[in-house]
């Protein structure tokens, strides 16, 4: 099984930034990937960012500018940053760790429950 663990969402105003957190513990060593998502209320879920195990990033066109994605690989735990910057309005959201992992039977997916971020003056 696999853990994920989210951390580091809060308040923050316009124009400041923030760094969240997901480790991810457990049966990792089929990692593929982590990466976040978001859902504001009246929108579908949408990747944000990602990063494989290799640590090659993945970036949405609107956050490519002000976000940062990346990875730190322990043999039992797994840790995965986002890094965002320059925060606006519309960035605010549930954010959700998402791991995907190999297994013998196939890829398979673990989300987070989620960190809210929400920007406002």
């Known amino acids: 099984q696999v853990q994920l663990m989210e951390s580091g969402g809060g308040l923050v105003q316009p124009g400041e930034s923030i760094t969240l957190r997901c480790a991810a513990s457990g049966d990792i060593h089929g990692l593929r990937s982590l990466g976040w998502y978001r859902q504001a209320p009246t929108n579908q879920r949408e990747l944000v960012a990602s990063?494989?195990?290799?640590?090659?990033?993945?970036?949405a066109k609107s956050v490519e500018d002000r976000f940062v994605v990346s990875i730190s690989r322990e043999w039992q735990k797994s840790m995965v940053y986002l890094r965002m910057r320059d925060l606006k309005a519309e960035d605010t959201a549930t954010y959700y760790c998402r791991y995907v992992g190999l297994a013998t039977y196939g890829e398979f997916e673990v989300w987070g429950r989620g960190t809210q971020v929400t920007v406002s003056s």
């Open positions: 990063i494989d195990g290799e640590g090659i990033p993945n970036y």
